[in-house]
């Protein structure tokens, strides 16, 4: 099993700053793409930006420019810095991973999620 374990939400003014973390655990753990998605009340869950295990990168439309995907040399921690806060940006952001431990076959594990909540 890989856990994700995240942290770094809170309540925030617009215009202000956060930086998320994602760390990932397991036996044996490999991991491919790693990710940040995020749900608004009575929306669906929606990619945020995602990074694979080579750096490459890509941002919901909403979020370019003033998020920023990026993974430490281990490739087991996700970051996401948040700039340029919005009350729009509120919402429970999730890590994910496509990862495999031991034997198992790759694939997709979840976070529990972190609040970020952005006031007016």
């Known amino acids: 099993q890989v856990q994700l374990e995240e942290s770094g939400g809170g309540l925030v003014q617009a215009g202000g700053s956060l930086r998320l973390s994602c760390a990932a655990s397991?036996?044996?753990?490999?991991?491919?793409?790693m990710g940040w998605y995020r749900q608004a009340p009575g929306k669906q869950r929606e990619l945020v930006a995602s990074?694979?295990?080579?750096?490459?990168?890509n941002y919901a439309d909403s979020v370019k420019g003033r998020f920023t995907i990026s993974r430490d040399n281990a490739g087991n921690t996700v970051y996401l810095q948040i700039n340029s806060l919005k009350p729009d940006d509120t919402a429970v952001y999730y890590c994910?991973?496509?990862?495999?431990?031991?034997?198992?076959?790759?694939?997709?594990?979840w976070g529990q999620g972190t609040q970020v909540t952005v006031s007016s």
């Open positions: 990074i694979t295990k080579s750096g490459s990168t």
């Open positions: 994910n991973a496509f990862a495999r431990t031991g034997l198992e076959p790759y694939r997709t594990y």
């Open positions: 397991g036996s044996t753990l490999r991991i491919d793409a």
